[in-house]
C-alpha cells in the first residue's frame, strides 16, 4: 500500500519521531509498539498492586507517566496509548476506567477531579478518505488546568484547554 499522500508524504523522519513532533504519521512505527506495550504491561502491575498497596500503585504510575504529583489516585483499569505524554500535578483523583490516549502532551494541573470513564483523546485523523485509509494520524494536546472536576462520562477532545 502506497502510504504517501499528497500533505501527508513522509520527509524522511520517522513515525515516532513525527508523532512526537505534532505532525502527521503512520502508526507503524516499532518505537510506538515498544513503549506502549511496556506501558500496558505496567499498568496491568498498577491494577493489581492498587487495592493492597497504594505506595507501589503510585510507582508504577510513576514509571508510566511522564510525571505525576503526590497524592495522586488513579482507581483501575486505567488506559493510556503511551503514558509518557501524560503529565499529573499534585492531589489528583481518578475515578474507575480513564482512558487517556496521549498521542499528543496531555496536561493535568493539581486537585482535579475525574469521574469514572472519562476520556482524554489527542488523536487526529484526516477528514481526507485517502490519507485516513493509508492510516494517517496526527494530535493535539490537552490541558485540564486546576481546579477542575470532570463528571462521569466526560469526553475531552484534542486541542481543548478546560481552564482554572
Known amino acids: 500500500?502506497?502510504?504517501?499522500?499528497?500533505?501527508?508524504?513522509?520527509?524522511?523522519?520517522?513515525?515516532?519521531?513525527?508523532?512526537?513532533?505534532?505532525?502527521?504519521y503512520i502508526g507503524d512505527d516499532p518505537k510506538m509498539s515498544e513503549v506502549s506495550r511496556r506501558a500496558q504491561r505496567l499498568l496491568k502491575l498498577h491494577e493489581a498492586a492498587f487495592?493492597?498497596?497504594?505506595?507501589?500503585?503510585?510507582?508504577?504510575?510513576?514509571?508510566?507517566?511522564?510525571?505525576?504529583?503526590?497524592?495522586v489516585t488513579i482507581r483501575p483499569p486505567f488506559r493510556v496509548d503511551y503514558g509518557i505524554n501524560i503529565h499529573i500535578g499534585e492531589g489528583v483523583w481518578a475515578n474507575y476506567g480513564l482512558t487517556a490516549l496521549d498521542v499528543a502532551e496531555i496536561r493535568i494541573g493539581n486537585?482535579?477531579?475525574?469521574?469514572?470513564?472519562?476520556?482524554?483523546?489527542?488523536?487526529?485523523?484526516?477528514?481526507?478518505?485517502?490519507?485516513?485509509c493509508e492510516g494517517w494520524e496526527s494530535a493535539e494536546p490537552i490541558t485540564i488546568?486546576?481546579?477542575v472536576w470532570l463528571a462521569s462520562g466526560v469526553t475531552v477532545c484534542q486541542g481543548v484547554t478546560i481552564g482554572h
Not at 513522509?10 to 519521531?17: H, K, L, M, T, V
Request: glycine content about 10%; some cysteine.
Open 51 to 71: 487495592p493492597e498497596d497504594p505506595d507501589i500503585a503510585h510507582y508504577l504510575l510513576e514509571q508510566v507517566l511522564g510525571s505525576v504529583g503526590q497524592r
Open 145 to 147: 488546568e486546576d481546579n
Open 111 to 132: 486537585d482535579v477531579l475525574i469521574g469514572p470513564n472519562c476520556q482524554l483523546l489527542t488523536p487526529i485523523h484526516p477528514l481526507e478518505h485517502g490519507p485516513r
Open 1 to 24: 500500500m502506497n502510504r504517501d499522500h499528497g500533505a501527508f508524504q513522509a520527509d524522511g523522519r520517522s513515525n515516532w519521531e513525527r508523532m512526537i513532533a505534532g505532525d502527521w
